[in-house]
């Protein structure tokens, strides 16, 4: 993709008060075929680090999310409920109603600097991913890995998108002074399946290049397998052929998380499931009858399986062959990157 030849299009307008108040910028479309049917609210963030509500409970504190909304489209992403609270849609809304944090880099900068900031580990990806198609256009990260690296601050990346490889010389720059953890999103390498469920992604293989580029660069990525999806992902076929492929990347890591259904994304989730699936919805109302979580049963069964598989085929950092990490990142990849992401994409 030539993202470098796009230009402001004639089709902007003032962003909506009525859903940004003084935050508004501008509305924009491009007239591009990546970003076809996609809409660009650009605003002011007045802040860009974010506490996590019951952080005692999580393995990180704070997050930085420059964008809201996700054109990776996936289904069952947790995160769709967000968007009502700017009264967007949180289907097709969702997908193609993107907020653009344009001042995140600066703003970011400002606050790291401020003396009430400790120098607390910050996760991104953990809401909606930073490399989505939209980074391509606006180029948030690079300031914000910039500004973290300035300031040697610890922090992780969680992305299903492939552009996090152009950034590769900012997070190795990064990974010199600070500790940076990366983790790449694959639930399944179904190809039907990935089609169906997460249409703006790229392909599977496509994201497992990104670890083998990433490990081959020094760089220790971990994998998060999720999520496995109940009945259409689960088979022990399916986990094997997926643990097998993480392997074969150089992942530090796999972690698996089963499938959870939110308000807000469960709803999303079983409109798209009777179109495709209708056989399974009554199974999917069994399955999830007590809230948004399969049983501890279920997801018991699932991570063994996948932790089996991931003894087998050698996953973990001392697997023969990985590449040494670069000298100054000794805890890239270890919880602190792997952990934070049981949060995202559910």
């Known amino acids: 993709m030539r993202w470098e030849n796009l230009t402001d299009s004639d089709h902007a307008r003032v962003a909506d008060p009525a859903l940004f108040g003084a935050d508004a910028v501008v509305t924009r479309t491009f007239d591009t075929p990546e970003f076809h049917g996609i809409t660009f609210h650009e605003v002011r963030a007045r802040s860009i680090l974010n506490r996590v509500p019951g952080a005692s409970r999580m393995p990180f504190e704070w997050t930085v999310n420059p ?53 607390e580990h910050v996760a991104m990806g953990t809401n909606v991913d930073c490399y989505q198609r939209a980074e391509g256009r606006y180029r948030l990260m690079p300031g914000i890995i910039e500004a973290l690296t300035e300031r040697a601050n610890p922090f992780s990346v969680l992305t299903k998108g492939t552009l996090i490889l152009r950034d590769l010389d900012l997070l190795t720059r990064a990974a010199r002074v600070t500790d940076v953890g990366i983790s790449v999103s694959v639930g399944f390498t179904d190809a039907d399946l990935w089609r169906t469920v997460e249409p703006g992604t790229p392909a599977p293989e496509r994201r497992l290049d990104v670890v083998r580029t990433l490990t081959e660069h020094g760089i220790d990525c971990g994998v998060l397998m999720a999520p496995v999806v109940p009945f259409l992902g ?43 699936h209708p056989h399974l919805v009554r199974r999917y109302e069994r399955l999830y009858a007590e809230g948004a979580y399969a049983p501890k049963w279920y997801q018991r069964r699932i991570t063994g399986q996948v932790h089996a598989l991931a003894q087998e085929y050698g996953i973990g950092p001392t697997r023969p062959g990985m ?24």
Request: with cysteine.
């Open 234 to 276: 689960d088979e022990p076929a399916q986990l094997r052929a997926t643990v097998r492929a993480v392997a074969a990347s150089g992942a530090t890591s796999v972690t698996p998380l089963v499938l959870h259904l939110r308000p807000g994304a469960r709803e999303w989730f079983m409109t798209w499931l009777g179109r495709h």
């Open 323 to 346: 590449p040494r990490r670069i000298q100054g990142a000794e805890h890239a990849g270890t919880p602190a990157a792997t952990e934070p992401v049981q949060l995202s994409f559910m």
């Open 67 to 119: 964008y809201r909304g996700c054109s990776h489209a996936c289904v069952y992403c947790f995160a769709r409920k967000t968007h009502s609270y700017l009264d967007l849609d949180t289907g097709l809304g969702f997908d193609s109603q993107i907020v653009v944090k344009v001042n995140a880099p600066d703003l970011l900068r400002r606050q790291l600097a401020s003396r009430r900031w400790q120098g």
